[in-house]
DNA sequence: ACAGTAAACGCAAATTTGTTGCGTTTATAT
DNA sequence: ATATAAACGCAACAAATTTGCGTTTACTGT
């Protein structure tokens, strides 16, 4: 299934409207290998793309229904990745390149859980970031 | 040692001039239980207070010496609180209130180091957020 | 197919958080 | 005491995101 297709799947089944520019959107994130920012969304729309403000509405909407994951990786820059665990929750660490500000979701490395690290301290979510440098970064 | 008397101390051991701005604020942060905002820590300084900017550079300083870590937790707030091991990474992972937005260091939960999650990707360094809801929050 | 309605949209303006420029004051080494 | 670089205050700026509001549009139920 084309990632169109399967974008219009996905918002129906979250409930949500299949607009044009909500599908382009979901289908931008599907084919997205790390999770994006709404400028770089934007960027990638077709020429007669969507307002920026419609763009932030657009992923609040999302994380609201928990379809996507928000990330903050210290530069004070949402970022939205699609979210196959279906939860708000991060299954996975991200990795931030300190050089060129990508992020990468580490989908295959497991975090210890913590589910009360104090007493009376009780976790509900958890976020992990290794931050460093890329393997493109590092090139000499 | 009072705080104040122990804030000389550490502003004279980083090389930093000893105003009375940058005591107080090194002895608020000395007497916080959790890492403060600049809005916090302008909250606490005494009447004739400091300007905004004057505390968001004092904090850079700070930064920079390594004298305090900074946390982002999600809510586009940069937190500062001191460092006791004196290097900006952080050491600890940081529990966050979804209630009251209060940020705790965990100084006492271990947390496992990456080095290199995936080929290539070197790590520097790691942050860990654990979210959820504190006991004061919590109480019926 | 068609009308009603709430969701989605676009535009302008506002908000929030932090930064820069620049002239003045002050801690500290000499 | 004095020179000087660090620290400060004020005003203006900047970037990312949010709010208000009137208009358009996808979907529900005829």
New binding site residues.
């Given amino acids: 299934m084309n990632s169109l297709n399967y974008a219009?799947k996905i918002?129906?089944k979250a409930?949500?409207?299949?607009?044009?520019?909500?599908i382009e959107?979901v289908s931008i994130l599907l084919d997205s290998e790390h999770p994006l920012?709404?400028?770089e969304i934007t960027a990638e729309l077709s020429r007669?793309?969507?307002?920026?403000?419609?763009?932030?509405?657009?992923?609040?909407?999302f994380l609201k229904v928990g379809i996507v994951h928000r990330v903050?990786t210290g530069?004070?820059?949402?970022?939205y990745a699609l979210c196959a665990c279906g939860s708000r929750k991060h299954c996975h660490p991200h990795f931030v390149c300190r050089e060129c500000g990508r992020v990468e979701c580490l989908t295959g490395v497991k975090l210890p859980t913590f589910t009360e690290p104090k007493p009376g301290y009780k976790v509900e979510e958890q976020e992990t970031y290794l931050k460093g440098i890329c393997p493109e970064c590092a090139e000499p």
Avoid: F
């Avoid at 409930?15 to 909500?22: F, K, S, Y």
């Avoid at 530069?75 to 970022?79: E, F, I, K, N």
């Fill in positions: 219009v918002l129906k409930g949500l409207r299949c607009t044009p520019g909500r959107i920012s709404q400028e007669n793309g969507l307002d920026r403000v419609t763009v932030y509405r657009a992923l609040e909407a903050e530069d004070r820059l949402w970022r």
